[in-house]
């Protein structure tokens, strides 16, 4: 089959699936993306999240593989480093200079070599737009000769490595104020047009030095899961992602592919009382009933995870007990069982009681019911949220489930418990949900006010650290010492409940290869892997 013909037949095909997928009839088995004809060398993607750049500086690939670009480290499928355009790196005893070696066989799409200078550029251009890239703790990138770069910090940032492996390179020469929607990179695919709100279209590289992918052609379309369903009943798309909701449909000529994911949901929990204090912007602090840790871990223990599982989310979930379950970071200590009658006892020994029998507990005056938002539209946050709030009703906690805003949200979390929802590749996010002096600022991270000079300490640690074993140390300390903790177990600001599982309708004949653990977000980890995606038949 002739490139051209199979570029019409894409396009036309976005067209129709962007304009009239929601007339899509069951049955219709035309198919563009599995390529027509004997040679299956392409492929039709429908994701809902489209991206705003395709900039690494901009925070294109961030937590994500940029596709286009390489990154010098990279993770495997375990979630272990690897090198990609890099040979090698080191940290010197200071843990303050990081020195990497670049591969001599790397090539950006229009023929220019990959260089040292390249990649101290593609840095500091990141650190100067202030974007989703955290660079503040990097004092400069400086390529040494053609295939050394040394980066200097300000301080030992043991997470920098995993700021490394999630920035794509860019090419100096090749940058400039449209680089966003015409990019040029040196990963396993090369950028050919963008249609916003419609269509992605990409290319294999052929000169890639990984190898060329196998598939050649990939048009990703951005729909909304019922018009990617709706999309997959008419044959329309190879790979779709879909909803729990919908996932429990048979659809002929597809497989359901369930991936596992920490992109967990949780209820954030004010931990201080309403005092009249108010944030920065002037929104209110606190919540006289959730600033209890009482009332906070009984709602943990009360919980049967699996059950919300199995009943909000269709079986499409398992339980969540962090935020970064099953990452090598994470703390296997702050499991916890559901223990009803010991939440219960939680309670009791507070001296919270029924005393009107309304079935709501009440201590000086006070009753233990209050709000717990969640953004309105999202199905998966109300269903989890409304699920945890009924269970809770044993124990004689009342949770009014609200949905809003995120703009509403955005001033009201600080003082009531939100429906929020977290997960990356990377330790670096549990600092930013608890460490002390990011607490009630206006982002969402640690809206309850969490502060603790413990787990400060550990923090500071494993930032500092010289070695991936330390800092992982740190990192484990920090959510439970035996003591104390940001787990459920100890201060619990947050309770967490589930992770979602990421699902996608996928052709038969298509393999997705293996897919690491997904980070928060089912669009763009599916991704990660593109070039290893092959047809089988």
Same mark, same amino acid.
């Given at each position: 089959?002739?490139?051209?013909?199979?570029?019409?037949?894409?396009?036309s095909f976005v067209l129709a699936a962007v304009l009239?997928?929601?007339?899509?009839?069951?049955?219709?088995?035309?198919?563009?993306?599995?390529?027509?004809?004997?040679?299956?060398?392409?492929?039709?993607?429908?994701?809902?999240?489209?991206?705003?750049?395709?900039?690494?500086?901009?925070?294109?690939?961030?937590?994500?593989?940029?596709?286009?670009?390489?990154?010098?480290?990279?993770?495997?499928?375990?979630?272990?480093?690897?090198?990609?355009?890099?040979?090698?790196?080191?940290?010197?005893?200071?843990?303050?200079?990081?020195?990497?070696?670049?591969?001599?066989?790397?090539?950006?799409?229009?023929?220019?070599?990959?260089?040292?200078?390249?990649?101290?550029?593609?840095?500091?251009?990141?650190?100067?737009?202030?974007?989703?890239?955290?660079?503040?703790?990097?004092?400069?990138?400086?390529?040494?000769?053609?295939?050394?770069?040394?980066?200097?910090?300000?301080?030992?940032?043991?997470?920098?490595?995993?700021?490394?492996?999630?920035?794509?390179?860019?090419?100096?020469?090749?940058?400039?104020?449209?680089?966003?929607?015409?990019?040029?990179?040196?990963?396993?695919?090369?950028?050919?047009?963008?249609?916003?709100?419609?269509?992605?279209?990409?290319?294999?590289?052929?000169?890639?030095?990984?190898?060329?992918?196998?598939?050649?052609?990939?048009?990703?379309?951005?729909?909304?899961?019922?018009?990617?369903?709706?999309?997959?009943?008419?044959?329309?798309?190879?790979?779709?992602?879909?909803?729990?909701?919908?996932?429990?449909?048979?659809?002929?000529?597809?497989?359901?592919?369930?991936?596992?994911?920490?992109?967990?949901?949780?209820?954030?929990?004010?931990?201080?009382?309403?005092?009249?204090?108010?944030?920065?912007?002037?929104?209110?602090?606190?919540?006289?009933?959730?600033?209890?840790?009482?009332?906070?871990?009984?709602?943990?223990?009360?919980?049967?995870?699996?059950?919300?599982?199995?009943?909000?989310?269709?079986?499409?979930?398992? &339980?969540?007990?962090?935020?970064?379950?099953?990452? &090598?970071?994470?703390?296997?200590?702050?499991?916890?069982?559901?223990?009803?009658?010991?939440?219960?006892?939680?309670?009791?020994?507070?001296?919270?009681?029924?005393?009107?029998?309304?079935?709501?507990?009440?201590?000086?005056?006070?009753?233990?019911?209050?709000?717990?938002?969640? &953004?309105?539209?999202?199905?998966?946050?109300?269903?989890?949220?409304?699920?945890?709030?009924?269970?809770?009703?044993?124990?004689?906690?009342?949770?009014?489930?609200?949905?809003?805003?995120?703009?509403?949200?955005?001033?009201?979390?600080?003082?009531?418990?939100?429906?929020?929802?977290?997960?990356?590749?990377?330790?670096?996010?549990?600092?930013?949900?608890?460490?002390?002096?990011?607490?009630?600022?206006?982002?969402?991270?640690?809206?309850?006010?969490?502060?603790?000079?413990?787990?400060?300490?550990?923090?500071?640690?494993?930032?500092?650290?010289?070695?991936?074993?330390?800092?992982?140390?740190?990192?484990?300390?920090?959510?439970?010492?035996?003591?104390?903790?940001?787990?459920?177990?100890?201060?619990?600001?947050?309770?967490?409940?589930?992770?979602?599982?990421?699902?996608?309708?996928?052709?038969?004949?298509?393999?997705?290869?293996?897919?690491?653990?997904?980070?928060?977000?089912?669009?763009?980890p599916l991704l990660q892997n593109l070039s290893d995606?092959?047809?089988?038949?």
């Open positions: 089959m002739k490139r051209n013909s199979i570029w019409k037949g894409l396009l009239c997928v929601g007339c899509a009839k069951e049955g219709n088995s035309d198919s563009i993306g599995s390529g027509d004809g004997e040679e299956k060398n392409s492929v039709t993607i429908a994701i809902s999240s489209e991206p705003t750049t395709l900039d690494p500086c901009q925070g294109w690939g961030h937590g994500n593989t940029p596709l286009v670009q390489s990154t010098l480290v990279r993770y495997d499928a375990d979630m272990n480093v690897v090198n990609d355009l890099a040979t090698g790196y080191t940290l010197d005893e200071t843990g303050l200079i990081w020195t990497f070696t670049l591969r001599t066989d790397a090539f950006f799409t229009d023929g220019e070599p990959v260089t040292a200078s390249d990649v101290a550029f593609t840095f500091e251009t990141a650190k100067a737009a202030q974007a989703s890239v955290d660079l503040t703790f990097m004092e400069k990138a400086e390529a040494v000769d053609e295939t050394t770069v040394v980066f200097t910090l300000s301080k030992p940032t043991s997470v920098f490595l995993n700021t490394v492996a999630s920035l794509g390179i860019v090419p100096e020469h090749a940058y400039h104020e449209d680089y966003g929607t015409n990019p040029i990179g040196s990963g396993p695919w090369k950028f050919v047009q963008w249609n916003p709100q419609e269509q992605l279209l990409l290319e294999a590289n052929e000169s890639y030095y990984g190898g060329a992918p196998s598939i050649q052609y990939v048009t990703i379309v951005f729909m909304d899961e019922d018009a990617a369903f709706a999309a997959v009943k008419a044959g329309q798309v190879d790979v779709a992602l879909t909803a729990a909701t919908l996932a429990t449909a048979d659809v002929d000529g597809y497989e359901l592919e369930r991936v596992t994911s920490v992109d967990n949901r949780g209820f954030t929990l004010p931990v201080s009382p309403n005092e009249g204090k108010l944030t920065e912007s002037g929104q209110p602090i606190g919540n006289d009933v959730t600033c209890h840790l009482e009332i906070r871990q009984a709602i943990a223990y009360a919980l049967d995870r699996q059950l919300v599982a199995d009943v909000a989310l269709n079986g499409f979930a398992t &339980p969540c007990y962090s935020e970064n379950d099953q990452m &090598p970071w994470n703390n296997p200590e702050v499991a916890i069982e559901t223990d009803v009658e010991y939440a219960k006892k939680l309670l009791a020994d507070a001296g919270w009681e029924d005393t009107d029998g309304d079935g709501i507990l009440e201590k000086d005056g006070i009753k233990a019911s209050f709000t717990c938002l969640y &953004p309105s539209g999202d199905s998966v946050r109300q269903a989890v949220a409304m699920a945890a709030a009924e269970q809770v009703k044993e124990i004689g906690i009342q949770i009014t489930v609200e949905g809003t805003s995120w703009d509403d949200i955005m001033k009201r979390m600080f003082s009531n418990a939100v429906m929020m929802g977290w997960g990356a590749a990377t330790p670096y996010e549990s600092y930013c949900l608890y460490y002390s002096a990011g607490a009630l600022k206006d982002d969402y991270y640690n809206p309850e006010g969490y502060m603790s000079s413990v787990t400060d300490q550990y923090f500071s640690a494993a930032m500092e650290a010289l070695t991936m074993e330390d800092a992982y140390q740190n990192w484990k300390l920090a959510q439970w010492d035996g003591k104390t903790g940001t787990a459920m177990k100890g201060e619990c600001p947050w309770v967490w409940i589930v992770n979602v599982d990421h699902l996608y309708y996928v052709r038969e004949g298509l393999d997705i290869g293996q897919q690491t653990i997904h980070p928060h977000g089912s669009s763009m995606w092959c047809w089988t038949e």
